[in-house]
């Protein structure tokens, strides 16, 4: 088999066979195939589209080129979630405890950011002393000792995604539906869980800006998953604006506090609502949404999920009391009100752009060696389709340092459109579609 040949059949239309995938991925992973070949074949790929049988035997190409994580130890159905990211998005701080203590198991792998914030990890670490470097058997333990655990992603997982990603990214070939979704569906189905919930993000701050492209991949994934014989369900969600009110490192911990004593912002307790309770059907716990909305709601109520909060930080070595008394957290030495500039309802916020602006403090990473400043920050205010007056705060930022108060300051205002004219949509309609291969 020559990929020269592999190369010229994508080029002109033909359908790769699953063998002449596992012969790319193969070789390209231990490097007897060069760069340039490759690149050649994802431009191919780029132009020419895949398959569904195409999409789904490069997934498990770059599934099998690794480590598959063997979760088989962990008692119960382990249901995974991911989002496709976004400006504000600290869901699995707050929903994966609330998910544990329904009683699903929660095993999960995160990555750290690159970008506006901090990943999950980054954020987590907002809890003095918190570490993701565990053994195997210590993450699984802790599953089955307290229902939840989060471990860093390790090199060997799909380290052919890795590779493979880079080179797409140099060579412009990035944005092809058949390739984000088996970049995405190869790392949950090597994470090993039993049923994976996908976040999939739309909007100016998301990836994918349409909503009928955000669908399309989410059906994809879908699409692979339950292939791969993975239950498999997809949420589309707003990201036209940030999500919640919090943007920056440990003020998203905060608010996911605030939302796990029951005072979280509407759009993001919806949306932990409605991942959750596909979580909780997924993982055999409930029969239908109104069900599992009830029994998350219940655990909030009760405090278990809190609680459920401050055991797993504990586990991890972090600093528990700081689940209940916030104020531990980290916090910025500058704390400023940003006035609007004018009186009217909050038409539209960019949300790329107040990510941006997170990013211009310190809050995220520009390059992977960036280091991020964990209690900078901003916190929205007012939200589209909410009233201001002119001087009133639009936002608190929280920075360490003036000038990129000031320059982040700027870049805010001119970020949201303000007019007399209420907008036809609010806020906190967040929720889009939900998607289940089953059905």
């Known amino acids: 088999m020559r990929m020269y040949d592999i190369i010229m059949k994508k080029r002109n239309g033909g359908e790769l066979s699953r063998e002449e995938i596992n012969f790319f991925v193969n070789g390209y992973t231990k490097g007897e195939i060069p ?15 895949m398959t569904k049988t195409e999409t789904h035997a490069l997934t498990m190409a770059m599934m099998n080129s690794g480590d598959v994580l063997d979760l088989s130890e962990i008692q119960g159905i382990k249901v995974d979630k991911h989002s496709t990211g976004g400006v504000g998005d600290k869901t699995s701080l707050a929903l994966t405890p609330m998910v544990a203590a329904c009683g699903i198991p929660v095993a999960k792998m995160s990555g750290r950011g690159l970008g506006h914030t901090g990943g999950t990890i980054d954020k987590l670490e907002s809890f003095e002393g918190f570490s993701t470097g565990i053994s195997t058997e210590t993450f699984i333990d802790n599953v089955n000792r307290i229902g939840i655990a989060i471990m860093g992603q390790t090199a060997d997982l799909a380290p052919a995604d890795k590779k493979l990603y880079a080179l797409r990214d140099v060579t412009a070939t990035v944005d092809n539906l058949s390739l984000i979704a088996s970049s995405i569906m190869s790392k949950k189905l090597a994470a090993g869980a039993d049923a994976i919930v996908l976040d999939v993000k739309t909007g100016s ?25 993975k239950h498999t369900i997809a949420v589309i969600s707003d990201m036209d604006q940030p999500l919640g009110r919090a943007v920056g490192n440990a003020l998203e911990v905060k608010e996911a506090i605030a939302t796990l004593n029951g005072r979280g912002p509407e759009d993001f307790e919806k949306l932990c609502l409605t991942l959750g309770s596909q979580m909780l059907i997924a993982g055999g716990k409930a029969e239908n949404v109104e069900q599992a909305e009830g029994m998350l709601k219940q655990v909030i109520a009760d405090g278990s999920a809190l609680k459920k909060l401050a055991e797993f930080v504990e586990a991890q070595g972090g600093d528990a009391q700081a689940v209940y008394n916030p104020e531990l957290l980290p916090k910025a030495s500058i704390v400023e009100s940003i006035p609007a500039p004018a009186s009217g309802y909050v038409q539209h916020i960019a949300c790329d752009e107040v990510g941006i602006c997170s990013l211009m403090l310190g809050g995220g990473r520009e390059t992977k060696d960036s280091e991020i400043d964990l209690a900078v920050g901003i916190l929205l205010e007012k939200k589209v389709g909410d009233y201001v007056e002119a001087g009133e705060a639009l936002a608190t930022i929280h920075a360490n340092d003036a000038a990129k108060c000031a320059a982040a300051t700027k870049r805010y205002v001119e970020a949201v459109t303000i007019s007399m004219d209420k907008p036809h949509r609010d806020g906190y309609s967040i929720i889009k579609a939900v998607m289940d291969g089953r059905n």
Do not use: H, R, W
């Open 205 to 229: 701050g998301a990836f994918m800006k349409a909503e009928e492209d955000a669908k399309a991949l989410a059906q994809e994934m879908v699409d692979i998953g339950n292939a791969a014989g």
């Open 35 to 49: 760069d340039y070949q490759v690149s050649a074949l994802m431009m191919a790929i780029y132009f020419q589209k």
